[in-house]
């Protein structure tokens, strides 16, 4: 689908703008916004260029720089903190090698962290693109990561 | 699970007696998997996929449940079970009972008869009475009186009104809406219409965090079934009532869950809070007049109406009526989701229901209301919860986070944890927020570090008071409350920190001393690779290891490096750094 017929999607009101965000950011491989998405959706809705650019970069779940295929969203949130979610965040950062907000050099995977999934009863938890994992241990972060480098 | 379950059927030629319903959560979440077996009701608990065969076989084939996967031997039924008993369950009555995915199964637990009651059967102005008397409160934290906001709504000038479903369910802990959502979506949306009518909107929005992928997906589900069925849509039971509801996504900020923010976010542009007045009940979603009300409030709405306003008014307290449901997390046995009659203390809920701090551990507090709310010690557990006496003792009820605390916890690195979260998420627009939190995040680090000053009690309050008295909306209003609460109730525990340099939980890396536990060691020798001094001691394959406290800097890398978890951290006795 081109980014015009994705736009088309969406009624010319900037009350769709954050939804078009999204939608043109899953389209891109690097899971970013490019300066042409932002001019696409400021003409679509119909504000200013300024203006999408302004919302951008106070969504945390935007960004302007190319990332990874699937992000990789630990939580941060105090539950998940005393549940032991450093120790499932040194095994992220020792398997992928980066660290929080960067991308693994083969474009595979970016880490970043993220306030509270909801999901307190299994802490703790991280999100692999849409999927929520919980009860997080350095193996089964392991096993996560490796059935995402396998595309299942 | 659900596919071994199904195998096991399967073999036994039992598919089509034995249905298998994926329902919305149940409450103990970790005691996960769990499965209900009706008619009897049997709870089984931390199911795997190599029990289906013997539950398949032992209950299903031979009517005996299997004991050694009830939660209790011996009370195979939820209502047998305290964690289950002593909670009254209105908002949460279907999550767990009935498929989410299946407007049906919502119909025949009386769904969308409230709406058909309200629109056939009542005014507009007997539906917001009723909300009225019910004595329903805003159940996003604030507990603004819910009828009262509908007629304001109502009496707004203005043909063209909006209805708001706030999902923006940020506070860290909290997850009621999200359980109601993915458990019972239709209930938000019955409640959404109902509301509708009664201050005259044709038109809905629900704004859902973009974290909450399934709840999206529930919802897209029930949209699409309720408008195929006309219980939304143009005129709704053949009534002169048209309404529809449109779904919209966050983006990964804190502060959309503010009303006014939610707006600005619904509008396109960056989500930061409006002065208020004038309210959304006003100008709200395009300047228009708007109802905004949290998915828990508006899931309450339906049993207000089918069961009326005085069935709903006997639960509760005096100011607070109703049901509350809570999610229970931290060092508690039985976390998860509950939902209990406003007015149970502080004592029940942590005790009876959430069976306490887990053996070989101290209660010490319990912070309530999420990130914003306040700490509670153990001298004020039988406080009822209501709005009114948990702000009076410095928490809040706001979206109904409780987090149970034990001896382990430094109350300090927990006031700064906290403070650290709001800090972060300020949206930035109102200086006293955006500084105020700041100023008092860099004493709370100090103290922590061992560089505080007994005058730095004195700023942190001051500072506090005027974040709460002077920003801007909620988030600022309610930040310093952890550390107000924490100075009130633990003052001790900020003074050790300051004039012992001595953190008495043993938490704040700085004010400990380092340990190394004997019977623990193997003596692999990883702490004195990682000692940057030289403090540990010993030699590879001899344990014990040892701390020379004289050559240590307390920066706790011989803790972190430890594979066996043999050093440990004990407050420090000297005031010696």
């Known amino acids: 689908m081109t980014k015009d017929t994705l736009a088309a999607r969406y009624p010319r009101s900037a009350e769709t703008l954050l939804s078009l965000l999204h939608d043109l950011q899953r389209a891109n491989p690097g899971n970013h916004l490019t300066p042409e998405d932002l001019a696409l959706a400021a003409s679509h809705v119909g504000v200013p260029t300024s203006l999408v650019h302004d919302a951008v970069t106070f969504y945390s779940m935007f960004s302007l720089t190319p990332r990874g295929r699937h992000i990789v969203r630990l939580c941060e949130s105090p539950n998940c903190h005393l549940a032991g979610a450093w120790s499932a965040l040194d095994e992220l950062r020792r398997l992928l090698d980066v660290g929080v907000g960067e991308t693994t050099p083969d474009g595979e995977f970016t880490l970043e962290l993220t306030s509270c999934l909801g999901a307190c009863g299994v802490a703790p938890v991280m999100m692999v693109d849409d999927e929520v994992v919980g009860n997080l241990t350095p193996d089964r972060v392991r096993e996560t990561l490796a059935r995402y480098r396998e595309g299942r | 699970m659900k596919r071994a379950l199904l195998e096991a059927l399967g073999r036994h030629d039992l598919l089509t007696e034995v249905q298998l319903v994926e329902t919305g959560c149940m409450g103990p979440c970790e005691l996960g998997p769990v499965l209900l077996v009706y008619p009897e009701g049997t709870f089984y608990v931390r199911v795997r996929p190599e029990d289906a065969a013997e539950i398949v076989s032992e209950h299903f084939l031979k009517g005996?449940?299997?004991?050694?996967?009830?939660?209790?031997?011996?009370?195979?039924?939820?209502?047998?079970?305290?964690?289950?008993?002593?909670?009254?369950?209105?908002?949460?009555?279907?999550?767990?009972?009935?498929?989410?995915?299946?407007?049906?199964?919502?119909?025949?637990?009386?769904?969308?008869?409230?709406?058909?009651?309200?629109?056939?059967?009542?005014?507009?102005?007997?539906?917001?009475?009723?909300?009225?008397?019910?004595?329903?409160?805003?159940?996003?934290?604030?507990?603004?009186?819910?009828?009262?906001?509908?007629?304001?709504?109502?009496?707004?000038?203005?043909?063209?009104?909006?209805?708001?479903?706030?999902?923006?369910?940020?506070?860290?802990?909290?997850?009621?809406?999200?359980?109601?959502?993915?458990?019972?979506?239709?209930?938000?949306?019955?409640?959404?219409?109902?509301?509708?009518?009664?201050?005259?909107?044709?038109?809905?929005?629900?704004?859902?965090?973009?974290?909450?992928?399934?709840?999206?997906?529930?919802?897209?589900?029930?949209?699409?079934?309720?408008?195929?069925?006309?219980?939304?849509?143009?005129?709704?039971?053949?009534?002169?009532?048209?309404?529809?509801?449109?779904?919209?996504?966050?983006?990964?900020?804190?502060?959309?869950?503010?009303?006014?923010?939610?707006?600005?976010?619904?509008?396109?542009?960056?989500?930061?809070?409006?002065?208020?007045?004038?309210?959304?009940?006003?100008?709200?979603?395009?300047?228009?007049?708007?109802?905004?009300?949290?998915?828990?409030?508006?899931?309450?709405?339906?049993?207000?109406?089918?069961?009326?306003?005085?069935?709903?008014?006997?639960?509760?307290?005096?100011?607070?009526?109703?049901?509350?449901?809570?999610?229970?997390?931290?060092?508690?046995?039985?976390?998860?989701l509950v939902e209990v009659p406003m007015g149970i203390t502080l004592r029940e809920l942590v005790f009876d229901i959430g069976g306490g701090v887990p053996a070989g551990r101290e209660f010490k507090a319990v912070q309530i209301g999420g990130p914003s709310g306040g700490c509670l010690p153990a001298s004020l557990l039988d406080v009822p919860v209501d709005y009114d006496s948990l702000s009076t003792h410095g928490a809040i009820m706001g979206s109904g986070g409780v987090i149970v605390l034990d001896d382990a916890a430094c109350m300090v690195n927990v006031a700064r944890f906290f403070l650290e979260f709001t800090a972060d998420e300020s949206c930035g627009r109102c200086v006293p927020c955006r500084v105020g939190t700041q100023m008092m995040l860099g004493i709370l680090n100090r103290i922590v570090q061992g560089d505080g000053t007994e005058d730095d009690l004195a700023r942190l309050a001051e500072i506090g008071e005027m974040v709460k008295s002077a920003s801007l909306c909620g988030l600022g209003q309610t930040a310093p409350n952890p550390v107000l609460s924490t100075l009130r109730y633990f003052p001790d525990e900020y003074r050790a920190h300051i004039h012992d340099r001595s953190c008495p939980a043993g938490v704040c890396p700085n004010l400990v001393r380092y340990r190394v536990i004997a019977e623990a060691c193997r003596g692999c020798d990883a702490c004195r690779r990682a000692c940057p001094t030289g403090a540990a001691q010993g030699v590879a394959g001899k344990p014990p290891y040892r701390i020379a406290d004289d050559l240590c800097i307390w920066c706790g890398a011989c803790f972190d490096a430890c594979p066996f978890d043999a050093v440990t951290r004990l407050p420090r006795q000297t005031g010696k750094r």
């Open chain 2, 64 to 336: 005996r449940p299997v004991r050694r996967l009830l939660w209790t031997e011996g009370a195979p039924q939820p209502q047998e079970i305290p964690f289950f008993a002593r909670q009254k369950k209105l908002v949460l009555r279907n999550c767990g009972t009935i498929d989410p995915a299946k407007i049906e199964e919502y119909i025949a637990t009386d769904g969308y008869v409230a709406l058909g009651k309200a629109l056939t059967e009542m005014t507009p102005e007997a539906v917001i009475a009723e909300m009225k008397r019910s004595g329903l409160r805003g159940r996003g934290g604030a507990g603004f009186p819910t009828g009262t906001k509908w007629a304001l709504v109502r009496g707004a000038a203005g043909d063209e009104k909006y209805v708001i479903g706030n999902a923006d369910e940020g506070d860290p802990g909290a997850f009621m809406d999200r359980a109601i959502l993915e458990g019972d979506p239709h209930s938000v949306l019955e409640g959404m219409a109902i509301a509708a009518y009664a201050v005259g909107a044709s038109r809905g929005y629900i704004y859902v965090r973009a974290e909450y992928p399934l709840a999206v997906k529930r919802l897209e589900v029930a949209l699409a079934q309720a408008r195929k069925l006309g219980v939304l849509g143009s005129r709704i039971f053949e009534t002169e009532f048209s309404f529809d509801i449109e779904l919209r996504m966050g983006a990964g900020a804190f502060v959309c869950g503010e009303e006014t923010a939610l707006i600005a976010s619904i509008e396109g542009l960056r989500g930061e809070p409006r002065p208020r007045p004038p309210y959304p009940a006003t100008h709200g979603l395009w300047g228009k007049p708007t109802l905004i009300n949290n998915v828990e409030t508006f899931a309450t709405v339906r049993r207000i109406v089918l069961d009326g306003a005085e069935a709903f008014a006997t639960i509760g307290t005096e100011k607070s009526k109703g049901t509350k449901v809570f999610a229970l997390a931290g060092k508690v046995r039985n976390t998860g």
